[in-house]
């Protein structure tokens, strides 16, 4: 039992315990417009990176959902703190609210201006949270380590996540979940490297990476052990969605979409401004391309591009290595659902023959097949946060994200005339993606299933006796979140029902040597969904983990269960997605990772995630990923 642990079982007789982060959510509230308030802030990005021409779309004026700010910016769920730890300065604020710059929306774009490098990682972040919230319905809550009131280095105010543009010299950037903050740093560029003269790069000012980090901060808030690497699979995950997220982003810009489309004749795969990530980044650091790509390239021919699926299996275990094959399966399903709904418009054009002449694509088909792409981007991105409500809480792999969206899917959409999730599924099974547990990929094989055993309603939770503040996806109090993760708690820890949830209680004897912590609630929040009808859709996801503590010759570690438990507005439990603290197959393949992985390290006889995850999974994914002229990839 952990410290957390014991200290609340002395205080309650349950034989379950509250997370610390069941309370989180009435932290979450996103400032609340008033009469008169504008409804958005028009701020200039860059939409890309500085190395991209202004012709290409480089520039634009977004519109950030509009809230009061002080200097900094700091606003209701962010705050820019530009203090650079290598220099020890601390930058001038920007004021966005100062009249020179409500006039000409914002600072305007500039390499040395550190207030337009604040307003950068200001309007990103806002744009990826915003877009996060929309897809779930609801308010969303960090997940860092809020540090004690008064203390220095961590982040004590749990409502604002902390974004420091100019945190280092060094070329990385990275979420950092002890310290509740999203460090940037900057670089030198000695030569001309990638085409690029010498100079300073700033990861601040590259959209994809601010885009990147913002995701894994929000990843964390929705899942407490979701950064718990248990396999190759979890950082390989958080890389591969948090590259995704940045990729869509990107047909938001409605300049750049255009620009890309002509230049690539309408073909997407061709469109590198789209399907790129940190184009200047990686170039800087030595590549001959971006960072990183969403496409299958692996030979230019005289006939065009020639594509062969990356493969699950061939893959090498880093984790931005091993994204790649899940980013690569989920723009192909993309690709296939843009080329369906852009056929017609083609035929059209051609008179019946599909294929463009040379030349110029005709203006207006541009427009076309622009909105057409940036739908769809807009449906993929949603498709892809609203799915990870219907993911396990821990130990995820990429099987059980496609069964997460493929479940999600047939919920909302249970008709699905484009069949979207045959695109889906196809791709994932050309990289050799195969959930377990399944008898084939058919979708109903792949949606989660309901409960095995007979569970009655629970009626306290049911909509009818549950407290909201006004709006259906806020609680009214700690209290009353308080209230619900107790029912769920009594629900979870009934001796007939643990197995059910992925739970074991402590005198099992299938544990042999091993003990377990309480069962821990660790979140209860509501998901509200629109699905293509209109029809708004209403959820309870609960999320119910816990530590089994294995003992090994070479020491003892968390090997973590528990479920992620779906209820409807009455109280029914639809769906729970367990992982069982039973598993013995999950429990060796766990022990396997936890002594190779250099993410894991050993301290007092305890093995246990090193901290610091996502910096050194950068650091690492930076030198696989981006291998100088002459070096083999």
Same mark, same amino acid.
């Given at each position: 039992?952990?410290?957390?642990? /014991? ?66 910016? !700091? ?11 290598? @220099? ?114 700033? @990861?601040? #000012? ?33 890389? /591969? ?5 940045? $990729? ?20 997407? *795969? ?61 723009? =192909? ?63 995820? *792999?990429? &099987? ?35 959930? *377990? ?111 089994? @503590? ?13 479920? @992620?438990? $779906? ?24 022990? =396997?990772?936890? !002594? ?5 390290? #050993? ?8 901290? &610091? ?21």
């Amino acid at each position: 039992m952990n410290n957390h642990q /014991a200290q609340h079982h002395a205080n309650s007789p349950t034989n379950f315990v509250l997370g610390e982060r069941v309370a989180r959510a009435v932290h979450a509230r996103p400032y609340k417009r008033k009469p008169g308030d504008a409804t958005y802030r028009p701020l200039r990005i860059y939409t890309l990176d500085p190395s991209v021409s202004r012709l290409d779309g480089a520039i634009a004026t977004v519109n950030v959902p509009y809230e009061e700010v002080e200097p900094g910016p !700091k606003g209701k769920l962010l705050l820019v703190d530009d203090r650079n730890d290598t @220099t020890s300065e601390q930058y001038q604020a920007a004021d966005l609210d100062d009249p020179k710059q409500l006039i000409t929306d914002g600072f305007p774009p500039s390499l040395s201006e550190p207030r337009f490098h604040q307003q950068m990682v200001y309007a990103v972040c806002s744009l990826v949270h915003a877009a996060f919230r929309r897809a779930l319905g609801r308010d969303i809550a960090w997940g860092y380590d809020v540090a004690p009131s008064g203390t220095t280095g961590g982040n004590s105010d749990p409502a604002r996540l902390r974004i420091r543009p100019h945190a280092f010299d060094g070329p990385n950037a990275y979420y950092d979940h002890e310290n509740g903050e999203i460090a940037f740093g900057y670089f030198s560029t000695q030569n001309a490297t990638g085409g690029l003269p010498s100079g300073r790069i700033f @990861t601040a #000012l590259s959209h994809d990476v601010i885009a990147h980090e913002v995701t894994h901060a929000l990843l964390d808030g929705l899942r407490a052990h979701f950064f718990f690497p248990s396999n190759q699979d979890v950082p390989a995950f958080h890389e /591969a969605f948090a590259d995704l997220v940045a $990729i869509f982003q990107h047909f938001t810009y409605r300049e750049v979409l255009i620009q890309a489309l002509k230049k690539s004749g309408g073909k997407l *795969e061709q469109a590198k401004f789209l399907t790129e990530i940190a184009g200047q980044f990686g170039r800087a650091l030595g590549g001959v391309n971006s960072l990183r790509t969403a496409i299958d390239l692996t030979e230019q021919t005289t006939d065009g591009i020639v594509q062969q699926p990356r493969s699950y299996t061939d893959a090498g275990p880093e984790a931005h290595e091993l994204g790649s094959v899940l980013v690569a399966a989920v723009f =192909e399903a993309f690709l296939v659902l843009f080329k369906r709904k852009t056929d017609r418009y083609l035929l059209l054009a051609t008179n019946g023959s599909g294929i463009l002449p040379a030349g110029q694509i005709p203006h207006y088909l541009i427009d076309v097949l622009a909105e057409e792409a940036s739908d769809l981007a807009s449906q993929f991105q949603t498709i892809c946060v609203r799915a990870i409500d219907f993911c396990p809480p821990v130990d995820i *792999e990429f &099987g059980d994200f496609l069964r997460a969206v493929i479940t999600a899917d047939c919920d909302l959409a249970p008709d699905d005339p484009w069949a979207y999730r045959e695109a889906w599924i196809a791709a994932f099974r050309r990289r050799g993606i195969y959930p *377990e547990e399944v008898m084939n990929l058919s979708e109903e094989a792949l949606c989660w299933r309901g409960p095995q055993k007979s569970i009655p309603a629970i009626a306290a939770l049911s909509f009818s006796k549950m407290q909201f503040d006004g709006d259906p996806s806020r609680p009214a109090s700690v209290e009353e979140l308080k209230r619900q993760a107790r029912e769920i708690g009594k629900l979870v820890t009934q001796p007939e029902l643990m197995e059910e949830f992925g739970l074991v209680p402590p005198n099992d004897p299938r544990l042999k040597s091993d003990t377990v912590d309480l069962p821990e609630v660790e979140s209860v929040r509501l998901a509200r969904r629109a699905g293509p009808d209109g029809v708004i859709v209403f959820d309870l996801v609960a999320e119910v983990t816990q530590c089994r @503590t294995v003992q090994d010759d070479n020491g003892s570690w968390c090997f973590f269960g528990g479920s @992620t438990i $779906i209820l409807d507005p009455a109280g029914e439990i639809r769906y729970i997605i367990s992982k069982s603290l039973l598993n013995k197959q999950r429990l060796e393949h766990a022990r =396997e990772f936890a !002594k190779a992985s250099p993410l894991w390290g #050993l301290t007092n006889g305890r093995r246990a995630p090193l901290p &610091g995850m996502t910096k050194r999974m950068h650091e690492k994914g930076r030198k696989s990923n981006n291998p100088k002229k002459g070096d083999k990839a």
